[in-house]
């Protein structure tokens, strides 16, 4: 197994926040990212984005893949997503990128379930 470097620039904040703008270029809604590492367990940090489609949560997807590639951060465990169920997981080892539909984000309550997060303040 090669490790790859991680570029010099490489900020685990910056990251995060670059991918929330370029997620927000393609018209994500409502993003949040949740910093759950005072809380314990195994990932730290959530991003959660609400699409307005199937296609779109495709886009987004893709999105954030490039954008994590960028910093050579790549997914832990690489699949074909299934984009038709509105909700897609992208684990990339220190964070995680949920993309789903609204119907999805109220159905499972994952806000609720971050909410002992501290909110990251992407937009600065």
Known sequence: MTIEPIAESFS?????????????DKKGDNIMIYDMRAEGGYIGIHIVIT???????KNLTK???DK???????LVY?????????WVI???????????????R???????????GKPMDWQN
């Not at 690489?78 to 509105?86: D, I, K, R």
């Not at 080892?93 to 949920?98: A, I, K, Q, R, S």
């Not at 994952?110 to 002992?116: G, H």
């Open 12 to 24: 685990e904040e910056n990251l995060l926040k670059q991918i929330a703008h370029a997620i927000d």
């Open 51 to 57: 699409a307005l489609s199937d296609l779109h949560i």
């Open 63 to 65: 999105e954030a893949i």
């Open 68 to 74: 994590a590639l960028e910093h050579n951060v790549k």
């Open 78 to 86: 690489p699949n074909q997503p299934n984009f038709e169920s509105g």
């Open 90 to 104: 992208l684990d990339f080892g220190f964070f995680v990128v949920h993309i789903l539909t609204l119907e999805k």
């Open 106 to 116: 109220e159905f499972y309550k994952l806000d609720a379930q971050f909410s002992k």
